[in-house]
């Protein structure tokens, strides 16, 4: 197979070298016949650490929906995901040399009509402990809760399950060798999610002074989907007429996105970037949310690295670009660290050792 060589700066460190890759691997020793790649900027390939491949609006979507999904991911420099939960069955994904390596959590597990239609494995509270068991058993080491969701007896956001259950499908989930996330807008379901020892926190919205400190002091991880938040406004405008008071807390929520996510950050919890694409108009979008993080305050290199070497290593992959790990990486023509909006025009895609221009 004939060597590729690659120069430039490699981050996270920025040492300029010469990278060759060798049948889908990296080497620093040059190889014979090596010929050339890219020049430029070397960064670990980027992780989106929540999205949810073969999902749609209505549901599972079909493998070519999927498919495109997942090239759209790719060629926007996304190379490693983590499904944040899906009604399709994705493990063919992971067959496939030329789409992204996923990592999949199983299906959402909700409370029944208490979610989006079609989504979820939808279970009482008796019945959620056999659910957590069997999306452990179908995922990759993760389990997906969704934590909150509109209660429309009650008008606005309340837990899924009672404090106890999640913290007894916490427990169950890590005895199966599984973390757990969980979706989570509100406040209240999250102090005994993380009182139980949960192990990320999805969107976050919800979450106070008290909780953050808690949070980095156990290792909690957050993907705040900074860029979806977008869509609080409207979900509280088409509520207003029927559920005034869930409208005034998706509001509230809204308004102090910021101050809750930098409040996080500067209590030591660990971001990562997650873009939450579920439909076809929302894959391949993570350098957007690279660059929402940025615009909140998190400064670049925090918000590149969640998104890159310090994402990879919290999902159990490779930090970095050493002797002998899988060529996965993005070339970019500029320095992200000094303008991360060149994360939107890659120069070179590498996934396996294979350049995708």
Same mark, same amino acid.
């Given at each position: 197979?004939?060597?590729?060589?690659?120069?430039?700066?490699?981050?996270?460190?920025?040492?300029?070298?010469?990278?060759?890759?060798?049948?889908?691997?990296?080497?620093?020793?040059?190889?014979?016949?090596?010929?050339?790649?890219?020049?430029?900027?070397?960064?670990?390939?980027?992780?989106?650490?929540?999205?949810?491949?073969?999902?749609?609006?209505?549901?599972?979507?079909?493998?070519?929906?999927?498919?495109?999904?997942?090239?759209?991911?790719?060629?926007?420099?996304?190379?490693?995901?983590?499904?944040?939960?899906?009604?399709?069955?994705?493990?063919?994904?992971?067959?496939?040399?030329?789409?992204?390596?996923?990592?999949?959590?199983?299906?959402?597990?909700?409370?029944?009509?208490?979610?989006?239609?079609?989504?979820?494995?939808?279970?009482?509270?008796?019945?959620?402990?056999?659910?957590?068991?069997?999306?452990?058993?179908?995922?990759?080491?993760?389990?997906?809760?969704?934590?909150?969701?509109?209660?429309?007896?009650?008008?606005?956001?309340?837990?899924?399950?009672?404090?106890?259950?999640?913290?007894?499908?916490?427990?169950?989930?890590?005895?199966?060798?599984?973390?757990?996330?969980?979706?989570?807008?509100?406040?209240?379901?999250?102090?005994?999610?993380?009182?139980?020892?949960?192990?990320?926190?999805?969107?976050?919205?919800?979450?106070?002074?008290?909780?953050?400190? &808690?949070?980095?002091?156990? @290792?909690? $991880?957050?993907?705040?989907?900074?860029?979806? +938040?977008?869509?609080? =406004? /409207? !979900? #509280?405008?088409?509520?207003?007429?029927?559920?005034?008071?869930?409208?005034?807390?998706?509001?509230?929520?809204?308004?102090?996105?910021?101050?809750?996510?930098?409040?996080?950050?500067?209590?030591?919890?660990?971001?990562?970037?997650?873009?939450?694409?579920?439909?076809?108009?929302?894959?391949?979008?993570?350098?957007?949310?690279?660059?929402?993080?940025?615009?909140?305050?998190?400064? &670049?290199?925090?918000?590149? @690295?969640? $998104?890159?070497?310090?994402?990879?290593?919290? +999902?159990?992959?490779? =930090? /970095? !670009? #050493?002797?002998?790990?899988?060529?996965?990486?993005?070339?970019?023509?500029?320095?992200?660290?000094?303008?991360?909006?060149?994360?939107?025009?890659?120069?070179?895609?590498?996934?396996?050792?294979?350049?995708?221009?």
């Amino acid at each position: 197979m004939t060597a590729l060589r690659f120069s430039g700066p490699v981050l996270p460190d920025g040492e300029v070298r010469d990278l060759y890759v060798l049948d889908g691997r990296v080497t620093y020793e040059r190889p014979s016949g090596a010929e050339t790649g890219a020049s430029g900027w070397i960064v670990p390939g980027l992780v989106d650490a929540h999205c949810h491949i073969g999902l749609g609006p209505d549901g599972a979507v079909d493998e070519e929906t999927a498919e495109a999904q997942a090239l759209a991911d790719r060629d926007a420099g996304a190379l490693l995901l983590r499904d944040a939960g899906s009604a399709a069955d994705t493990r063919w994904v992971q067959t496939r040399e030329d789409l992204p390596r996923l990592i999949r959590a199983g299906r959402h597990i909700g409370r029944t009509k208490r979610y989006m239609r079609n989504y979820a494995d939808e279970v009482e509270p008796e019945g959620l402990v056999e659910a957590v068991e069997r999306q452990a058993r179908s995922g990759d080491g993760w389990v997906k809760l969704v934590g909150d969701w509109i209660d429309r007896a009650e008008g606005d956001l309340k837990p899924s399950f009672p404090a106890e259950s999640f913290a007894e499908a916490i427990k169950v989930a890590h005895d199966n060798d599984a973390r757990v996330t969980a979706h989570c807008f509100g406040h209240e379901v999250l102090p005994g999610l993380i009182e139980a020892g949960i192990d990320c926190i999805e969107h976050g919205t919800g979450l106070t002074p008290d909780l953050v400190e &808690a949070m980095a002091e156990q @290792g909690t $991880a957050l993907v705040p989907t900074v860029a979806q +938040l977008e869509i609080f =406004p /409207g !979900l #509280a405008a088409a509520a207003e007429p029927k559920f005034p008071t869930y409208a005034a807390t998706m509001e509230d929520l809204y308004a102090r996105r910021r101050e809750t996510i930098m409040s996080a950050y500067e209590a030591g919890v660990a971001l990562y970037a997650g873009s939450d694409g579920a439909g076809d108009q929302l894959h391949g979008v993570l350098p957007t949310e690279v660059l929402a993080m940025h615009e909140l305050g998190l400064p &670049a290199d925090v918000v590149l @690295g969640a $998104a890159s070497w310090r994402g990879r290593e919290w +999902l159990g992959w490779n =930090p /970095g !670009l #050493a002797e002998g790990d899988p060529a996965d990486f993005v070339v970019y023509d500029t320095n992200p660290l000094e303008d991360l909006t060149v994360l939107g025009r890659p120069a070179a895609v590498v996934l396996r050792g294979k350049v995708y221009a």
